[in-house]
């Protein structure tokens, strides 16, 4: 399919870790710009409140985001994030793409 063409082509390096295994593919992730922002909670640390950045996801079908458990994370560039929400998109009865809103992890030491 021409998606998975263009994610290979343009997409950047991610690993999907479970407790299981770490699996690397290439996504798109994009930030959400505050007109899409509908999950503007955030967390509070030890300094303060951190806004935590919300991202679009788009991958192939393989990893599949949304048998995901918990505990799983993405991993880009040094950066994690958690899985909030994640959908198959078909094409026909065929799994095109995934989407995911996903957020950075906020580490508390």
Do not use: C, N
């Given at each position: 399919m021409k998606i998975n063409k263009l994610i290979d082509t343009y997409g950047r390096a991610v690993e999907f870790n479970t407790a299981e295994a770490t699996r690397s593919c290439k996504a798109?992730?994009?930030?959400?710009?505050?007109?899409n922002?509908?999950?503007l909670d955030g967390v509070y640390t030890q300094i303060g409140f951190n806004?935590?950045?919300?991202?679009?996801?788009?991958g192939p079908p393989d990893p599949d985001l949304t048998l995901a458990?918990?505990?799983?994370?993405?991993?880009?560039?040094?950066?994690?994030?958690q899985i909030d929400r994640a959908e198959r998109v078909y094409?026909?009865?065929?799994?095109?793409?995934?989407?995911?809103?996903?957020?950075?992890?906020v580490e508390v030491e």
């Open positions: 798109f992730i994009q930030p959400l710009r505050y007109k922002k509908m999950y806004s935590q950045g919300h991202y679009l996801y788009i458990e918990e505990s799983a994370f993405i991993s880009s560039d040094g950066v994690k994030y094409s026909g009865d065929k799994v095109f793409y995934i989407w995911a809103i996903i957020r950075t992890i």
